[in-house]
């Protein structure tokens, strides 16, 4: 399984409230979500999201649970996340609502184009081929079926 | 013989298993994300609903009329499958699931991040989001990955005027942000035996901060002790105190009074070092700080004397309102200035009751200080409640030592 799109960076212990702050959760609207991620880290960055790759440090998605934050980045449309480490909830959360989600530690230069192969589990960006952590086969099952519900509705 | 979490899940750290669930819970605000996955799924049922609970916490009593109507769906759908449920005002899930649900050894999921907070009990417990829990739902069962165990190795006892809020600050601080990602972290020594259950749970529920997936307590005396006055009759653990990936050792006699500066909860300071920063607000309550002896620390500081900035209380859950009104502790609050907030989640997540203004500061007793969380450009310090108390009282950031 593949990704690929434009490197957007973004720094590390990126928490679920700057994801999507709780002021927004009053709702169902999954595009609101969409159009206010990031709006306290960044309020221009909600154009830049689509079909990017976002490349962060580590432990992406730290703080709560609430899974309206990788909605968020799906609805966006962010092709995926690459980061050394994510926090658990927000990892699992990723993979169930078919956002992919890479492990792995690469430099990031703004714009340039990222290629993730989450079952062989590299990176390319810049030239350069950097390994990432490979995901499990339920995971990588879960993110082809684009997500728990589809899966879980195909398995039962 | 291996850590709690292995123990509990059934094989050693690394492993992937699948677990049956013995206890499910969501709130109102995880809930409706939940109950939409469940509808895709398409299942129709609830694997267990006397052990699935719907407890409304987050923004209860409704704000408005959207929340109100998604909470209206919600708690039909409670009363439909039988699922057990509380209502607005009932109090903060993880306070209603230590009030006697939560078992030793048992498998304890919840929508919300600070699920760990059961993990006080020696449950394995900790948060997933509201897909995995509409799995949970239909099939009462989940994966997981047996996670490897940090040991933080207790000794000697806190000193006065310090509190276990100011000991889960040091070890957030120690570990830092993600320290213990994908780990769980495990409470023993000699310092851990002598802590009482409202200790543990603000403990264990400090563990999420670090990236934990758990924060568990071995179930000793206390334990049963607390449990028996619930009416559950349980038995101790035998703690193994092997197999850690790593221990860090604490001196409770060296913890002082902390704060954890914006925005970074592992940012920790001694209080000492900014007394006298300007404060708008005090909070005291939450899943972390907003139990019973809390409450009565606090009215403990502030009886017959009048706090100098606006001061919300909000008592962690109903039984906890009552017994404080019943033994007057609600009233010297209420006497010495503050106002009491309906039990829930009260302003902590910035969605109701309590917000901050941009530029302000509040002083609160939860567990993230994260940017904006209490309302746009207001800033949090997270501190115990002899702090909170003390701050109130000076309306500067106050050390309560020097109360
Ligand atoms: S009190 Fe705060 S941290 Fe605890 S469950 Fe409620 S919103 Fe979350």
Redesign the pocket.
């Given at each position: 399984m593949r990704i690929e799109g434009k490197a957007l960076c973004l720094p590390q212990d990126i928490d679920t409230d700057v994801i999507i702050a709780g002021r927004y959760l009053r709702t169902k609207d999954r595009k609101l979500w969409a159009v206010h991620a990031f709006e306290d880290l960044d309020p221009g960055i909600a154009p830049r999201l689509a079909g990017a790759v976002i490349v962060a440090g580590k432990n992406f998605g730290c703080g709560?649970s609430r899974e309206q934050a990788a909605i968020a980045l799906r609805e966006a449309g962010v092709a995926g996340i690459v980061a050394p480490s994510f926090a658990r909830i927000f990892f699992r959360n990723a993979v169930n609502v078919g956002l992919p989600v890479v492990e792995c530690d690469c430099p990031c230069t703004d714009n340039t184009l990222v290629v993730a192969e989450l079952e062989e589990g590299y990176v390319e960006m810049g030239g350069s081929r950097i390994p990432a952590r490979k995901l499990s086969p339920r995971m990588i099952g879960i993110l082809k079926a684009g997500g728990l519900v589809d899966f879980w509705r195909a398995s039962h | 013989m291996g850590t709690l979490s292995e123990e509990i899940l059934g094989a050693p750290a690394g492993e992937y298993v699948d677990r049956k669930v013995d206890r499910a819970f969501v709130?109102d605000?995880t809930g409706v994300l939940t109950l939409e996955a469940w509808r895709c799924m398409g299942s129709g049922r609830i694997a267990d609903p006397s052990r699935t609970y719907i407890l409304f916490?987050?923004i209860a009593p409704a704000n408005n009329s959207i929340t109100a109507n998604l909470q209206a769906e919600l708690r039909q759908f409670a009363r439909e499958h039988g699922i057990r449920f509380s209502e607005v005002g009932g109090g903060?899930?993880?306070q209603l699931m230590s009030e006697g649900e939560v078992l030793p050894g048992e498998v304890v999921v919840g929508a919300?991040?600070?699920s760990c907070t059961l993990g006080a009990f020696g449950a394995f417990a900790t948060g997933v989001g509201a897909t995995d829990m509409a799995a949970i739902w239909s099939e009462g069962m989940t994966w997981f990955r047996v996670p490897h165990t940090i040991g933080i190795r207790l000794s000697g006892t806190l000193p006065p005027r310090t509190e276990a809020k100011d000991l889960a600050l040091t070890y957030v601080g120690r570990l830092g942000m993600d320290g213990a990602s994908y780990q769980a972290i495990e409470f023993s020594g000699t310092g851990a035996r002598g802590l009482s259950m409202d200790d543990r749970l603000t403990l264990s529920?400090l563990a999420v901060e670090t990236g934990a997936k758990a924060g568990l307590f071995y179930a000793d005396r206390v334990t049963c002790e607390y449990l028996a006055g619930f009416g559950k009759k349980v038995v101790p653990q035998v703690p193994a105190g092997c197999c850690y990936a790593r221990t860090i050792s604490i001196d409770l006699h060296e913890i002082v009074p902390v704060v954890a500066v914006p925005p970074r909860v592992d940012s920790v300071k001694p209080v000492s070092e900014l007394e006298g920063l300007p404060i708008d607000q005090v909070f005291v309550?939450?899943?972390?700080n907003?139990r019973y002896a809390d409450l009565e620390r606090f009215a403990r500081l502030v009886a017959g004397k009048k706090v100098k900035v606006r001061t919300i209380v909000v008592p962690?859950s109903g039984s906890i309102l009552a017994r404080g009104i019943e033994s007057g502790i609600i009233r010297d609050i209420i006497a010495a200035g503050c106002v009491v907030g309906s039990p829930?989640?009260?302003p902590?997540?910035g969605a109701h009751m309590g917000v901050i203004g941009e530029g302000e500061v509040c002083l609160s007793t939860?567990?993230?200080n994260f940017r904006n969380r209490m309302g746009v450009g207001g800033e949090i310090y997270l501190g115990s409640v002899g702090t909170a108390a003390a701050t109130a009282l000076a309306g500067v950031l106050t050390d309560p030592g020097g109360a």
């Amino acid at each position: 399984m593949r990704i690929e799109g434009k490197a957007l960076c973004l720094p590390q212990d990126i928490d679920t409230d700057v994801i999507i702050a709780g002021r927004y959760l009053r709702t169902k609207d999954r595009k609101l979500w969409a159009v206010h991620a990031f709006e306290d880290l960044d309020p221009g960055i909600a154009p830049r999201l689509a079909g990017a790759v976002i490349v962060a440090g580590k432990n992406f998605g730290c703080g709560s649970s609430r899974e309206q934050a990788a909605i968020a980045l799906r609805e966006a449309g962010v092709a995926g996340i690459v980061a050394p480490s994510f926090a658990r909830i927000f990892f699992r959360n990723a993979v169930n609502v078919g956002l992919p989600v890479v492990e792995c530690d690469c430099p990031c230069t703004d714009n340039t184009l990222v290629v993730a192969e989450l079952e062989e589990g590299y990176v390319e960006m810049g030239g350069s081929r950097i390994p990432a952590r490979k995901l499990s086969p339920r995971m990588i099952g879960i993110l082809k079926a684009g997500g728990l519900v589809d899966f879980w509705r195909a398995s039962h | 013989m291996g850590t709690l979490s292995e123990e509990i899940l059934g094989a050693p750290a690394g492993e992937y298993v699948d677990r049956k669930v013995d206890r499910a819970f969501v709130h109102d605000g995880t809930g409706v994300l939940t109950l939409e996955a469940w509808r895709c799924m398409g299942s129709g049922r609830i694997a267990d609903p006397s052990r699935t609970y719907i407890l409304f916490d987050h923004i209860a009593p409704a704000n408005n009329s959207i929340t109100a109507n998604l909470q209206a769906e919600l708690r039909q759908f409670a009363r439909e499958h039988g699922i057990r449920f509380s209502e607005v005002g009932g109090g903060i899930c993880h306070q209603l699931m230590s009030e006697g649900e939560v078992l030793p050894g048992e498998v304890v999921v919840g929508a919300d991040s600070h699920s760990c907070t059961l993990g006080a009990f020696g449950a394995f417990a900790t948060g997933v989001g509201a897909t995995d829990m509409a799995a949970i739902w239909s099939e009462g069962m989940t994966w997981f990955r047996v996670p490897h165990t940090i040991g933080i190795r207790l000794s000697g006892t806190l000193p006065p005027r310090t509190e276990a809020k100011d000991l889960a600050l040091t070890y957030v601080g120690r570990l830092g942000m993600d320290g213990a990602s994908y780990q769980a972290i495990e409470f023993s020594g000699t310092g851990a035996r002598g802590l009482s259950m409202d200790d543990r749970l603000t403990l264990s529920n400090l563990a999420v901060e670090t990236g934990a997936k758990a924060g568990l307590f071995y179930a000793d005396r206390v334990t049963c002790e607390y449990l028996a006055g619930f009416g559950k009759k349980v038995v101790p653990q035998v703690p193994a105190g092997c197999c850690y990936a790593r221990t860090i050792s604490i001196d409770l006699h060296e913890i002082v009074p902390v704060v954890a500066v914006p925005p970074r909860v592992d940012s920790v300071k001694p209080v000492s070092e900014l007394e006298g920063l300007p404060i708008d607000q005090v909070f005291v309550g939450t899943c972390t700080n907003g139990r019973y002896a809390d409450l009565e620390r606090f009215a403990r500081l502030v009886a017959g004397k009048k706090v100098k900035v606006r001061t919300i209380v909000v008592p962690a859950s109903g039984s906890i309102l009552a017994r404080g009104i019943e033994s007057g502790i609600i009233r010297d609050i209420i006497a010495a200035g503050c106002v009491v907030g309906s039990p829930g989640c009260g302003p902590c997540l910035g969605a109701h009751m309590g917000v901050i203004g941009e530029g302000e500061v509040c002083l609160s007793t939860a567990n993230r200080n994260f940017r904006n969380r209490m309302g746009v450009g207001g800033e949090i310090y997270l501190g115990s409640v002899g702090t909170a108390a003390a701050t109130a009282l000076a309306g500067v950031l106050t050390d309560p030592g020097g109360a």
